[in-house]
């Protein structure tokens, strides 16, 4: 099983700019999340999606949005970059329900705004 | 509101030592906890969890302890070995919240030298 496919796995934009960071996970987990990881500042969540058909924002939603297209896939764009949006972005998913399991996380993107 | 404490890194030891890696946690309901390792250049990895107190997680020569009493749940390695250099986060996850959604601690880089 590939897990959580992420593409691209990296990306230099200039700002103004939009694109969509795209992630995939083939373990038929029911919720998916989008995390960005800044030296020093540890994962904060940007959105999550619980389960098929909804999303919800999370620590550090501004200048984001996602869709979460089917179960499978949960992308994430942005649609004006900023150069405080340059970032390692990781994408996650999980079985969901009551007790978490674990996350399976995605290799990442790594993005700079210049 | 739940937030996760680790030890500031790095931490630099040489092959073989013991190491110990300090998380403590806040938590306004019941958690699971989990310390996930990210080796450079990838997506973070589930390491170990432990879902109750006094429950142990161990994988991979680790080991760490829910301990409720004192909100800790530090991380331990007998002898760390040079492959063991990464960067560990601690984190949490709420039992029944909505989306299973994880809060991580900043990271503790390790380096071990040979």
């Avoid at chain 2, 019941?30 to 170990?48: A, D, I, K, M, T």
């Avoid at chain 2, 409720?68 to 390695?77: A, D, P, R, V």
Wanted: hydrophobic letters at 30%.
């Amino acid at each position: 099983n590939a897990g959580v496919t992420q593409t691209p796995k990296f990306q230099v934009l200039k700002t103004g700019q939009s694109m969509t960071l795209q992630c995939a996970q083939d373990m038929n987990h029911n919720s998916m999340y989008w995390y960005r990881q800044d030296p020093g500042m540890g994962l904060r969540l940007i959105y999550y999606s619980a389960s098929e058909g909804t999303t919800d924002k999370g620590e550090v939603p501004n200048g984001y949005n996602v869709s979460r297209l089917n179960k499978r896939e949960f992308s994430l764009r942005l649609e004006s970059a900023a150069p405080s949006q340059t970032s390692v972005y990781f994408c996650a998913s999980s079985e969901g329900g009551a007790l978490n399991y674990g996350y399976t996380f995605g290799s990442g993107t790594r993005l700079t705004v210049v | 509101g739940n937030s996760v404490t680790q030890m500031e890194g790095p931490v630099t030891l040489s092959e073989e030592a013991f190491l110990t890696i300090n998380c403590t946690y806040t938590a306004t309901g019941y958690p699971s906890l989990f310390w996930y390792v990210q080796y450079p250049g990838e997506g973070l990895q589930l390491l170990l969890k432990a879902t109750k107190a006094d429950d142990k997680g161990s994988n991979k020569g680790f080991e760490a302890t829910y301990r409720k009493e004192t909100t800790s749940f530090h991380l331990e390695k007998g002898s760390v070995q040079v492959s063991d250099s990464a960067v560990y986060f601690c984190a949490l996850s709420l039992h029944f919240n909505a989306g299973n959604m994880l809060t991580f601690g900043g990271g503790t880089r390790l380096m071990v030298k040979p």
